[in-house]
């Protein structure tokens, strides 16, 4: 029984009468978590505002309520989910998410200025990818260079979710959050194929087979993702463009539409044995290219449901992850994990603004808000599946992504807040004629307006 289906059967045994029968049943355990589970949202999405007054991110209390009632701290949420379920919530959140992000580009806006996305995603996201594997070749002499580049392509991309009070901080210049939040809306995209080619390097390397396979194979999975993204996205789009123009469709029928597109694009992409992710990427950017962003309504929709899913996924890596990290405590890991947040990140994006006049303060902001998030939890999962399939094992991998991410969640949540008011109080005795002044349209995305994105606009 898949996982959804254990959802719809949990409901549906909560709506029965309470016959005899019903009161002497065993509570299970999916059904206590979901239970669980179910509560934490509903206290943080009362609770958000004032919890982002103290800088507690949405990432950042899932993740440590669900180590406290997880497994490892009180005992309240023990799964009764195997990993393949997991691993199904997952891509289902990922790909919804990486769907609307592509969705939601608007070619016109970015022509608009691209010089800022377009350094950080075409010299700052390469030089994160090649100074990242440097660094876990040098601190992990035994393993070999799979290994490195696999680490380094699973922590390069950016999530704006773990830092909000600045991606959406009025008083932090407009051209500044813009590039950063097209970073973040785009890098995980660019990732993905990259992934899934160094999983398959690394695992050959592990198991030592033959040398071109693991290139074939996962180009393979990249050319038919290709082939289904561009062509599902065009023609989803262009049907629902032709629908919104002769009044055929409803605001509500789009919503319900767009996201089922986006699982049609992955699920069909996997069914052909395609990468699901590349595919969704391709396939949102088609559709925004073809709708010319005309279905924003239907496209916010997908973000919401792709935004609630991983909510789930940040529980189950508190719960999961977070503590067995102390416990098999690996000084390594962990050293990794704060270079990657620091040098990997801040040195390429300081050569990336190389030119541009940026201030100093402006770099140092930058190169810090590289948070990683949730693509690198699903990146994580998809490796331990994939070793899990060829029977090896990558502990090490897992402890050292796992450290970055905890770290990331907890250090970019805290210093979110305060980092905003410390740069636009610098900023205030700033000429307006500075380079992070100049005026260009911010991106629409609702995700990264959520729960307390208006935190400075309140006071």
């Known amino acids: 029984?898949?996982?959804?289906?254990?959802?719809?059967?949990?409901?549906?045994?909560?709506?029965?009468?309470?016959?005899?029968?019903?009161?002497?049943?065993?509570?299970?355990?999916?059904?206590?978590?979901?239970?669980?589970?179910?509560?934490?949202?509903?206290?943080?999405?009362?609770?958000?505002?004032?919890?982002g007054r103290v800088s507690i991110t949405m990432p950042m209390f899932f993740v440590i309520?669900?180590?406290?009632?997880?497994?490892?701290?009180?005992?309240?949420?023990?799964?009764?989910i195997d990993a393949s379920q997991v691993e199904t919530l997952t891509e289902l959140t990922l790909a919804l998410l990486l769907f609307a992000d592509a969705a939601t580009l608007n070619f016109n806006q970015v022509k608009d200025d691209a010089q800022m996305p377009g350094r950080l995603l075409g010299i700052g996201f390469p030089l994160t990818?090649?100074?990242g594997a440097l660094v876990a070749y040098l601190l992990f002499p035994i393993e070999k260079i799979g290994f490195a580049l696999l680490v380094s392509a699973i922590l390069a991309p950016t999530d704006a979710a773990l830092g909000l009070p600045i991606f959406n901080n009025p008083h932090v210049p407009v051209r500044i959050r813009r590039a950063l939040n097209v970073e973040s809306g785009l890098n995980d995209g660019l990732a993905t194929p990259l992934v899934t080619l160094f999983i398959a390097l690394a695992l050959e390397e592990i198991a030592g087979g033959g040398k071109q396979y693991w290139a074939l194979?996962?180009?393979?999975?990249?050319?038919?993702?290709?082939?289904?993204?561009?062509?599902?996205?065009?023609?989803?789009?262009?049907?629902?463009?032709?629908?919104?123009?002769?009044?055929?469709?409803?605001?509500?029928?789009?919503?319900?539409?767009?996201?089922?597109?986006?699982?049609?694009?992955?699920?069909?992409?996997?069914?052909?044995?395609g990468n699901g992710f590349v595919a969704v990427f391709v396939g949102g950017i088609m559709f925004a290219y073809i709708t010319r962003n005309v279905l924003h309504d239907a496209i916010e929709y997908t973000e919401v449901t792709g935004t609630f899913f991983s909510l789930f996924v940040w529980t189950i890596f508190g719960?999961?992850?977070?503590i067995p990290l102390m416990q098999d405590f690996n000084p390594m890991a962990l050293l990794y994990a704060i270079l990657s947040l620091t040098v990997v990140r801040m040195i390429p994006v300081a050569i990336a603004m190389i030119g541009t006049r940026l201030r100093k303060d402006t770099l140092l902001m930058m190169g810090w808000l590289g948070p990683r998030g949730l693509a690198s939890v699903v990146f994580l999962i998809?490796?331990?599946?994939?070793?899990?399939?060829?029977?090896?094992?990558?502990?090490?991998?897992?402890?050292?992504?796992?450290?970055?991410?905890?770290?990331?969640?907890?250090?970019?949540g805290f210093s979110a807040l305060p980092l905003a008011n410390w740069y636009s109080h610098r900023l205030e005795s700033a000429s307006p004629e500075i380079p992070e002044m100049l005026e260009v349209s911010e991106p629409k995305s609702l995700r990264r307006k959520a729960f307390h994105a208006d935190l400075l606009d309140r006071k």
């Open 1 to 51: 029984m898949n996982f959804a289906h254990q959802i719809c059967w949990t409901l549906l045994n909560c709506l029965k009468p309470r016959s005899t029968k019903f009161k002497n049943r065993k509570v299970t355990k999916m059904e206590t978590g979901i239970v669980i589970l179910l509560a934490l949202i509903v206290v943080y999405t009362i609770l958000g505002y004032a919890l």
């Open 65 to 80: 309520t669900g180590a406290i009632v997880g497994p490892n701290g009180l005992g309240w949420l023990s799964f009764g």
């Open 129 to 131: 990818l090649l100074t």
């Open 217 to 273: 194979s996962a180009v393979s999975e990249i050319a038919i993702a290709a082939v289904v993204g561009i062509t599902l996205g065009l023609v989803g789009g262009w049907l629902f463009a032709q629908a919104v123009h002769k009044n055929w469709t409803s605001s509500v029928a789009r919503q319900i539409g767009n996201p089922a597109l986006a699982l049609l694009v992955f699920f069909t992409t996997k069914a052909l044995g």
């Open 319 to 322: 719960a999961v992850i977070a």
């Open 382 to 412: 998809m490796a331990n599946e994939a070793a899990h399939a060829a029977q090896v094992e990558i502990g090490l991998l897992t402890a050292t992504v796992g450290w970055t991410i905890l770290l990331s969640v907890l250090l970019h």
